[in-house]
């Protein structure tokens, strides 16, 4: 079972649709709480319970929870689901319909509830998707129906109806498709590519890559910028995060910041990583020794520099090695770590001052 699940300010909006489905014969009421089915009836007992809440904005849930063609559901079983559904989100004290849909190839039950409850009290909305997806496999198992990958077991994100549908419109695959398609091509065709490598193949195919970086150089995750369109990893599937992507490549996190540092400031500049640019990082870092402490002292560790105005403005050592990149000018025997430092006390200084 899949569910898709909206909370809005309309009752009325998703409740004349449904209506209107049974008035076509595509659709009929399996279940309520209310005294009349008939629209105006159910309104005014919706704003009866709304009154206790008049400033919460967003009292109306919906969810459709979607069987697959092959399952054969009676009514009664669909209630018997629906009920569980409502009892374990939480909505054992509030107005709720259910509706049985016809109009597709495969079973729906559209469930709409208030969420202020007959005690005004609100059903908190919080990991409202994490719960859902937990109710759904409980009751997959509970009534031996088939059984659907979680979305944190799944390698590759599915595709969305309005992306489908985008895709048929243009006869072209949308932007996660295309990256994921991307990514998998580079990720196979080479194993225990290292860091600089994915970079560059990346860039060979118009993609910006964004690491999320801290300063101590640990990168928790990545986004990729194609056509325009900024994706994270997660957005595509487990198998596009990085901490899967760590694994399959050859990475390390001291050797690889310079490349991931010069990356990032090309990304957020909008610009293509030349590839040049890389070849000559990963020249440098072959011939220049590891980095481990730094040759001159603190003081003379500050590079001053003119602005567009002609001030003299002052830089630490990483945002220098960053900016000279472009240049592949040898600062690779500074450390990041103390130059950090300088940068923090240097703050500090001006603060105070």
């Known amino acids: 079972m899949t569910a898709n699940m909206i909370k809005g300010k309309g009752f009325r909006g998703a409740l004349r649709y449904n209506l209107e489905k049974v008035e076509k014969d595509v659709a009929e009421v399996l279940d309520h709480s209310?005294?009349?089915v008939r629209e105006k009836s159910i309104m005014k007992e919706i704003q009866m319970i709304r009154i206790m809440?008049?400033?919460l904005q967003k009292y109306f849930y919906h969810t459709s929870i979607n069987f697959p063609p092959c399952e054969e559901l009676t009514n009664a079983t669909m209630v018997q689901i629906g009920q569980d559904y409502l009892r374990e989100a939480g909505f054992t004290q509030h107005q709720y319909i259910m509706f049985r849909h016809y109009d597709a190839s495969h079973p729906h039950l559209h469930i709409l509830v208030n969420r202020i409850g007959y005690d005004g009290k609100v059903l908190s909305d919080s990991n409202d998707f994490a719960k859902c997806e937990k109710i759904l496999r409980d009751l997959e198992k509970k009534y031996k129906l088939t059984?659907?990958?979680s979305s944190n077991q799944a390698r590759k994100r599915a595709v969305k109806k309005d992306e489908l549908e985008m895709m048929k419109r243009k006869n072209a695959p949308s932007h996660k498709v295309?990256?994921?398609?991307?990514?998998?091509?580079i990720l196979a065709a080479k194993p225990n590519l290292s860091c600089s490598e994915f970079v560059q193949q990346l860039?060979?195919?118009s993609?910006?890559?964004?690491?999320?970086?801290?300063?101590?150089g640990y990168v928790s995750g990545i986004s990729y910028s194609y056509d325009g369109i900024t994706i994270t990893g997660s957005k595509l599937g487990n198998d596009f995060k990085w901490t899967t992507l760590k694994g399959k490549l050859n990475y390390n996190q001291e050797r690889d910041r310079a490349i991931i540092d010069y990356a990032n400031a090309q990304t957020r500049s909008s610009k293509p990583v030349p590839n040049e640019a890389i070849s000559r990082v990963n020249d440098q870092l072959s011939e220049s020794p590891k980095i481990s402490k730094p040759v001159s002292s603190p003081k003379t560790q500050i590079y001053q520099h003119k602005d567009n105005e002609g001030k003299l403005s002052l830089n630490s050592p990483l945002e220098t090695v960053i900016s000279n990149l472009f240049h592949a000018e040898d600062h690779f025997n500074i450390d990041p770590e103390n130059a950090l430092k300088i940068k923090r006390k240097r703050k500090r200084r001006i603060i105070r001052r």
């Not at 295309?178 to 091509?185: S, Y």
């Not at 993609?207 to 300063?215: K, M, P, T």
């Open 203 to 205: 860039n060979n195919r």
């Open 34 to 36: 209310f005294v009349d």
């Open 207 to 216: 993609i910006n890559v964004l690491f999320n970086q801290a300063s101590t």
């Open 147 to 149: 059984e659907v990958m």
């Open 178 to 185: 295309a990256l994921q398609k991307i990514i998998e091509n």
């Open 53 to 55: 809440r008049p400033n």
